[in-house]
Structures are given as structure tokens and as C-alpha cells.
């Protein structure tokens, strides 16, 4: 029998369907970043998440957002698709669980707390892969399969939420500035 106060799939679906509706219009990629921080690891405790994202060619994943104590050594790692935990979940769009964070991470994650495991799910948006989603864990075979099942059932609305935030905004058109022409006078 669960806790009381234990987050359940309903809660979370609920939590994902405000924050969708909180973040209608123009939302930026670091406001749904952390409120899916925040959310997320009350329902699948971890210490650091990645959020990766595939470059417009396809050819790469790229961590666009990161949380947690390794954050700012993560924003920025670009892994090609065929490697790496992110990438072969980007090909195969098949969610991993308990793989050791090094492999997409590299050295980055042997620092306090230490990562030693990791579940990441991908995240499809009208047959397209938005994003993969990485939680990572300073414990060993920290995550299970209902891990991944609870996330894979929150996909699509986290694929909504980050497709609205990593689509670019629309500048509009500046009008265009008139020519200068120099003429030089003679006396």
C-alpha cells in the first residue's frame, strides 16, 4: 500500500496538464525546464535532469536545460544519435532505465553527488521526437520500470509543453531603416 502524501500518476498528469495551461502563449525553455523540476522529481526522486534536445538536422542531441547540483557542466553536451543513452533513445524512441549516466555524460558526473544511474524517456510530439528526458540518480539501480512507465505516460504532455517552448519565437519584421548616401561637396 502507498504513502499518503506518495505522488501518484493521476497528481502528475494533473501537475502537467497546470502547467501546460500556466504556460499557454509564449513560454521559454527554461520556464518549463524548472517547473518540470520541480514536479518531476516529487514524483521520481533524483538528484539531476537533462533535458536533451535533437538538432535541426537530427544528427545530434543537445542538453538545452539541466537541473540539480551538475547542472551547469551539463547545459551544452552535444552527443551524435548514434551515442550515447540520449541518442540511442532519440533512434529507437524506446525509454532506458538504470543505465550509468557516463555514458552521456562523461566525466562531468564523477564529481558529489556522484551519478551512478539514470532513466531517460523519449518525448514525442506528433510522431516527432521534441526531447529526451534524463533524471539521473547518486544511488545504483535507482529507478524501476514504473519509473519509466509514469514518464512515458507523461510524455506527450511534456512534449507539448517543451515543443511550444523550443519552437522559436516570432520576431516580427523590422521596418526597414532608410539609406544613408554621403555626398561629398567641393567648394
Not at 104 to 125: C, K
Request: hydrophobic share 45%; net charge positive; charged share 20%.
Amino acid at each position: 500500500m502507498r504513502a499518503t502524501n506518495e505522488p501518484t500518476v493521476t497528481d502528475g498528469f494533473q501537475a502537467i496538464t497546470s502547467l501546460s495551461r500556466a504556460l499557454g502563449g509564449r513560454v521559454e525553455l527554461t520556464d518549463v525546464g524548472s517547473l518540470l523540476w520541480v514536479v518531476l522529481r516529487q514524483m521520481v526522486p533524483c538528484e539531476t535532469m537533462a533535458i536533451f534536445m535533437p538538432t535541426a538536422a537530427g544528427a545530434h542531441v543537445v542538453v538545452r536545460y539541466a537541473a540539480g547540483p551538475h547542472a551547469e557542466k551539463l547545459v551544452g553536451i552535444r552527443r551524435p544519435v548514434n551515442w550515447g543513452i540520449a541518442g540511442w533513445v532519440a533512434v529507437n524512441r524506446r525509454s532506458v532505465v538504470n543505465a550509468e549516466p557516463i555514458f552521456d555524460l562523461g566525466f562531468r558526473v564523477n564529481t558529489a553527488p556522484v551519478l551512478r544511474s539514470s532513466v531517460t524517456v523519449p518525448l514525442v510530439d506528433n510522431g516527432k521526437v521534441v526531447a529526451i528526458l534524463a533524471l539521473y540518480s547518486k544511488d545504483l539501480l535507482a529507478f524501476t520500470d514504473e519509473h519509466a512507465t509514469l514518464l512515458e505516460l507523461l510524455g506527450p504532455r511534456l512534449a507539448l509543453s517543451l515543443a511550444d517552448a523550443a519552437r522559436p519565437q516570432i520576431l516580427p519584421t523590422p521596418e526597414p531603416r532608410p539609406t544613408l548616401t554621403l555626398v561629398q561637396r567641393t567648394t
